[in-house]
């Protein structure tokens, strides 16, 4: 194989590694900084609060003040944000080829409208010669209508990149030159562009966090409302005792 396309691709993938690696590093480090800061957010209504500690009402309203501000916090995350932008990478086509001599070959992919597509094709090396010397063929490519979008004559290497406008299938067609069999390699890739917020893991980790917080600050207020309203019942038992025993 062309040991240009090798190095090429491996600078690729070399990238997309680099990039998911640094995708999956800002996710790790916004998780960990989503749970310090509602961590030390606890930490510091804990200082803050009056002791003795606060009453059941007042630890349920600072319980909501926290389950609020952490709602808030997973939103922006999640929705405003700022974004990054990076390529899919993903294989559409792959096939290997055989031309024969002065002969023609039509290979055919399917690409949806708004892809950003890559075409890879290169020659191989049968057998170990040296210096190394790559045959040359001849490609051109054509949409879904039939029209052609991209050709090049004796080449031993092509790489073409094109924003598909029309859903359909593209035909590329590979004509052999020479007098002897010529190997190929083909390889479509969908390269479109994505966007993405690196801190929506830390919103989702957010929102799970803030519902059993929540949980607690309704908690806390329904039990003091019940206990209130226990203690009006027994204070108007007791009135009821005591006016019982004043007219006995």
Avoid at 180 to 202: G, N, W
Avoid at 215 to 240: C, M, P, V, Y
């Amino acid at each position: 194989m062309d040991i240009r396309y090798l190095y090429s691709r491996e600078n690729q993938c070399d990238k997309v590694g680099m990039e998911l690696d640094s995708s999956s590093l800002v996710m790790i480090f916004s998780a960990v900084f989503a749970v310090g800061g509602a961590f030390i957010l606890v930490l510091i209504l804990l200082l803050v609060v009056k002791r003795p500690y606060p009453s059941r009402e007042s630890s349920g309203a600072i319980t909501l003040t926290l389950a609020s501000v952490i709602l808030l916090s997973a939103m922006w995350c999640m929705w405003l944000s700022p974004t990054v932008e990076t390529r899919k990478y993903d294989e559409i086509a792959s096939s290997s080829l055989s031309v024969e001599p002065l002969g023609l070959v039509t290979q055919d992919f399917t690409a949806q409208k708004g892809q950003e597509i890559e075409v890879s094709i290169n020659s191989v090396l049968v057998g170990r010669v040296e210096p190394p010397e790559f045959p040359t063929f001849s490609v051109k490519i054509k949409d879904p209508k039939g029209s052609l979008i991209w050709a090049q004559t004796n080449v031993t290497t092509v790489s073409f990149t094109r924003q598909v406008t029309e859903s359909g299938v593209f035909k590329v067609e590979i004509s052999n030159p020479k007098r002897e069999t010529l190997s190929l390699s083909m390889r479509v890739l969908d390269r479109t562009k994505m966007t993405f917020r690196p801190l929506e893991p830390a919103g989702q980790w957010l929102i799970l966090m803030s519902l059993p917080i929540l949980g607690l600050g309704i908690w806390f207020i329904h039990f003091r409302k019940q206990n209130q309203q226990t203690s009006i019942d027994r204070i108007r038992e007791n009135e009821a005792l005591g006016e019982h025993q004043a007219y006995v």
